[in-house]
């Protein structure tokens, strides 16, 4: 029996090995194969003589081809290492890394979502005969070893709210959060809250964490990874991979694959390639920090001395991340120094992991400026040093002057003011109270009624203005010139009247009078005819798309794109007013590669969000259509999310007004962040708002969605957005917004 249970160990090595290298190293898997046949056969007619002697053997020819297969390895065979059932799940490592854990928030498949394990757990470590229990959170993606109810490690929207909620916990606790990434993406389900909307809301809180963050990756997909991935230290496992999207679905978008079509294998092997997704690559760009090296082939569950790396690797980051912000600079570089030696046993070693306030406001800071920093140099800024060095300054001196005057004057000014205002309060009760007598005898000698209010007096604060709808508009759209008419798509339901082109797409705004379908406008028409006219100063202009991965055919066809449209990448940054209010403005421009963002529509946006916080002007985003995060850019693209997230963040925390606009069609990363994790959302008619477009969910999922699934009211339904707006109304809506939202810290208020 013990010849038996050796024998199937290698036959599942074998079997393991034949999914990762699938009509690849044929001959390597024949002779395997044979020797295994014969040992088996000899055993069992015991012509062997010593069997041990022969298991060993084998094995040893297994190891030696294992070793050379690893050398080569290609980006996709680690993905298929990466989802293999055999592959180390989440259960494995708490039952392995950690000293105790009980799971909360459910169990297996008693739970809101199974794809979404939470657990507390503790890690004990001794300081000479002295005993610590160390508390942390772990929330991670569970995917099992082939258990269907896990749904594949795609954590739904109610699963991410349940980590978000832990997330919570474990900031009020004061105890680290160790994050494990196994997912290949986020479910598309749009149902409350909404995919989209949850990962944008956990990036958003995730930015702002006033405890210690580790994120160990295995299988990062896009925005699903994304949802806990926002952390002080980033690892990842030699075998693993990180992606804006997976192989097969960059080679359907390649292939211009229709519905029903498969890649082929050598479209998806180029993709994963040109991806740069492995672990080296991740590093290498410097999204991921360290790497935790597997075993030979990737980590199994009875790989035991790997989890005794990732206990210390994960020991390594908490403490690392809880030096760098605890005491003065000279000690905490002096203290990083003691955890470079890998031959430490930190089990032995103790660092106390909870932060006093100032060590929780330096690690938050340290968090956001960290990722700020991330993927520049991966676009064309095209600015000279000199404007570089000049813009740096001027960002100085405004930043000072802005400072000094709402900081200082406007502020002391404001207090002043305050405190006159509740002077005169106090003063008109207690004039009050003395002038009642007075009051009281003259209305009883005085029988005069008191004349109605007048209609102008009674609807003069509340009356909306819609001088708009005028058809006055600045900007009208070059459909207009068009010498035809043009169906509305509900005429069968609503009976709808043809529209002349003229009239649809200038005095109506591309707007149908009988229904109010709004039919597709440019992004020039809200630019102009929504602002003050010759307010408009853009910035940043210089900032060009590039293509950092060297993606084959990507040069072509941004030239293209700037030669089509005449931008440079798919955001505008500029300054306008409304009615006379100063306000930052970024646009999403679809007509640029879908409204798609890569690195240098992220340091736009970043850039606009900063400088809306510097002068304490609102930040206005007007989303003309998003395709989502530029796949061509891999993990360039993908860490936009995160990073503008962080930027909204700091913007809203100093006090600012953050406002959405979508228009048209607005799907994946955007959403699912820094567009979705506003607090002021809104959208115009007809516009469609998720995480994923109805193709993307068919060809992932199987599932058919109804026609109606992204529509804005049902975003409306479910709370993503606070309002549709008519795009006659736009203006006046935008008036009242900075009117009516935002805190006491702008600039006009």
Not at 35 to 54: F, M, N, S, W, Y
Not at 169 to 197: K, L, N, R, S
Not at 540 to 549: D, F, S, Y
Not at 570 to 587: H, L, S
């Amino acid at each position: 029996m013990e010849w038996d249970k050796q024998l199937q160990q290698l036959s599942e090595r074998l079997s393991y090995m034949r999914d990762i290298f699938p009509e690849k190293h044929v001959e390597d898997m024949s002779l395997l194969g044979l020797q295994l046949d014969e040992l088996r056969q000899g055993i069992a007619r015991g012509t062997v003589k010593d069997p041990r002697e022969g298991i060993e053997s084998l094995e040893n020819l297994f190891f030696f081809i294992e070793c050379k297969l690893e050398d080569k390895l290609t980006p996709m065979d680690k993905v298929r290492i990466v989802r293999h059932p055999q592959r180390v799940c989440l259960r494995d490592i708490l039952e392995n890394v950690y000293d105790n854990y009980t799971e909360i928030g459910g169990q297996d498949e008693h739970t809101n979502d199974p794809a979404m394990l939470i657990a507390r757990a503790y890690i004990t470590r001794r300081r000479g005969k002295k005993v610590y229990n160390q508390s942390v959170m772990v929330i991670g993606h569970e995917k099992g070893h082939g258990e269907e109810f896990r749904n594949g490690g795609s954590a739904k929207p109610w699963g991410n709210a349940k980590a978000q909620h832990y997330m919570q916990v474990a900031e009020t606790e004061g105890i680290p959060i160790h994050a494990y990434i196994f997912t290949p993406g986020g479910d598309p389900v749009e149902d409350y809250p909404g995919a989209a909307q949850q990962i944008a809301r956990n990036i958003y809180e995730m930015a702002g964490l006033e405890v210690p963050v580790v994120a160990i990756f295995s299988e990062g997909g896009s925005g699903g990874a994304e949802a806990i991935s926002l952390a002080d230290k980033r690892l990842m496992f030699s075998h693993g991979y990180y992606s804006v999207i997976s192989p097969e679905g960059a080679a359907a978008i390649e292939g211009r694959l229709k519905r029903g079509e498969r890649s082929s294998s050598e479209l998806i092997e180029r993709c994963a390639a040109d991806l740069h997704l492995t672990a080296d690559d991740n590093v290498r760009f410097g999204y991921i920090d360290r790497v935790i090296q597997e075993p030979v082939l990737g980590a199994r569950p009875y790989h035991f001395e790997f989890f005794r790396s990732i206990r210390q690797e994960v020991i390594r980051a908490t403490d690392e991340v809880v030096l760098s912000v605890r005491g003065p600079a000279s000690l905490r570089a002096m203290a990083l120094r003691g955890l470079r030696d890998r031959e430490i046993n930190l089990d032995d070693m103790y660092v106390r992991w909870n932060l006093s306030k100032k060590a929780r406001l330096r690690l938050v800071e340290k968090r956001q400026k960290h990722f700020l920093r991330l993927s520049e140099g991966t676009y064309f800024s095209g600015r000279s040093w000199w404007k570089r060095v000049t813009d740096e300054w001027s960002a100085k001196c405004s930043e000072m002057y802005n400072k000094l005057k709402h900081d200082l004057y406007l502020s002391k000014r404001r207090s002043v003011s305050n405190a006159l205002e509740e002077a005169n309060a106090e003063l008109d009760i207690l004039k009050y109270r003395l002038t009642a007598p007075w009051r009281r005898m003259r209305s009883a000698f005085n029988r005069t009624p008191k004349p109605l209010a007048t209609e102008e007096e009674l609807t003069a604060l509340s009356e909306w203005d819609r001088t708009q709808e005028r058809g006055d508009w600045t900007w009208v759209s070059p459909k207009a010139h068009e010498d035809r008419a043009v169906t509305c798509p509900n005429s069968a339901l609503h009976g709808c009247m043809d529209l002349w082109a003229p009239d649809l797409y200038n005095e109506f705004a591309g707007v149908c009078t009988t229904c109010g379908h709004h039919f597709p406008m440019e992004y020039q028409w809200l630019m102009f005819n929504c602002f003050d006219d010759g307010s408009m100063s853009e910035f940043n202009e210089e900032v060009q798309a590039g293509n950092p991965l060297a993606f084959p055919g990507m040069d072509e066809r941004l030239a293209k794109a700037r030669e089509k449209t005449g931008l440079r990448c798919a955001c505008i940054t500029f300054e306008a007013r409304v009615e006379g209010t100063q306000a930052v403005v970024a646009v999403l421009a679809g007509a640029f590669r879908g409204g798609s963002v890569g690195a240098a529509e992220g340091a736009k946006f970043v850039a606009a969000a900063e400088r809306a916080r510097r002068k304490r002007f609102p930040f206005i985003v007007y989303c003309h259509g998003t395709a989502g995060i530029r796949i061509q850019e891999g993990t360039h693209g993908v860490i936009q999310m995160p990073r503008c997230t962080v930027a909204v963040r700091r913007y809203v925390e100093a006090g600012g007004l953050y406002l959405v606009i979508y228009d048209t069609n607005s799907y994946g990363g955007p959403v699912a962040s820094f567009l979705g994790c506003a607090h002021y959302q809104f959208a115009i008619r007809s516009s469609n708002i998720g995480f994923a477009g109805p193709g993307v969910i068919k060809n992932t999922t199987g599932r058919d969605i109804p026609p109606d699934y992204h529509n804005c009211y049902q975003a409306l339904a479910r709370g993503h957005i606070q309002g549709v707006w008519d795009r006659r109304d736009v203006r006046t809506n935008l008036k009242q917004a900075l009117l009516t939202m935002g805190g006491r810290n702008l600039y006009y208020r």
